[in-house]
């Protein structure tokens, strides 16, 4: 080989050895960029958006299996279970009357004490829920127990009902207890004006309770018999403050 040739391949090769170095470099280079990224990302704390804890949560019963219930009782009028903390837990039934449940149980039998039904003009989504039940001195039915609202330590550390259903559940917070004789507001189901009807419903009450509401609100009604006083009955009015 001449001169002139090796002097030519050791530039080649001399020329090769420069782009290898510094393509490494460059990889190299990426190569660390990569790795700092990574740890860049592992060193930062997403955000996660805050949970909001929701406080009537606690009183809802999540686990009401009514078709069950209904399989039970041979009785597919059951509509819905109403829950009021330390005083009962009881299935309500809707018949096409305000009679038929006055004296049948929930199999749909004679039973002079009855079962908790619903106003046959209303349903488990109405804006208003009309609830009877009967009261008694000689049985130890659901509705007896709503006479210890009538005292007011435990009207006003018991504020709560809930009432659930097969779409969901809602939770309702006790506004007012009262007797009534000849005011029969609380039967009217539909009105025009509800926040005025909510108002007379607290109006000459036993006990109240503040509790917002206008004219968009739901209520939920439970009347039963008085018997402080002859042919008077306990109504019992609840505003929806929570549905789910």
Sequence with gaps: MSHKKKFIFVIIIFICLIGIISIS??????KVNTEKHVVDNKDLNPIVPEKKENPWDKYYKNNVDLKSVREKYDNYEIVAELYVP???DVYIANHGDN???????????????????MDYRVNVHSRQINIYGHNSQTFNIPFRKLEKMLKKDFFDSHPYMILSYDEGEAVYEVISVKEVST??????????????????LKKDSIYTRDVEYDENSNILVLQTCSFAHKNHYYVFTAVEIDKK
Excluded at 103 to 112: E, F, M, P, Q, S
Excluded at 183 to 200: A, G, L, Q, S
Aim: net charge negative; glycine share 2%.
């Design 86 to 88: 330390d005083l009962f």
């Design 183 to 200: 005011d029969h507001e609380h039967m009217k189901v539909n009105v025009d004006n509800m926040k005025d009807h909510i108002d007379h």
């Design 25 to 30: 470099k460059v990889s190299n280079a990426k």
């Design 99 to 117: 009679d038929y449940y006055l004296d049948h149980n929930l199999y749909r039998k004679y039973d002079i004490k009855g079962a908790e039904y």
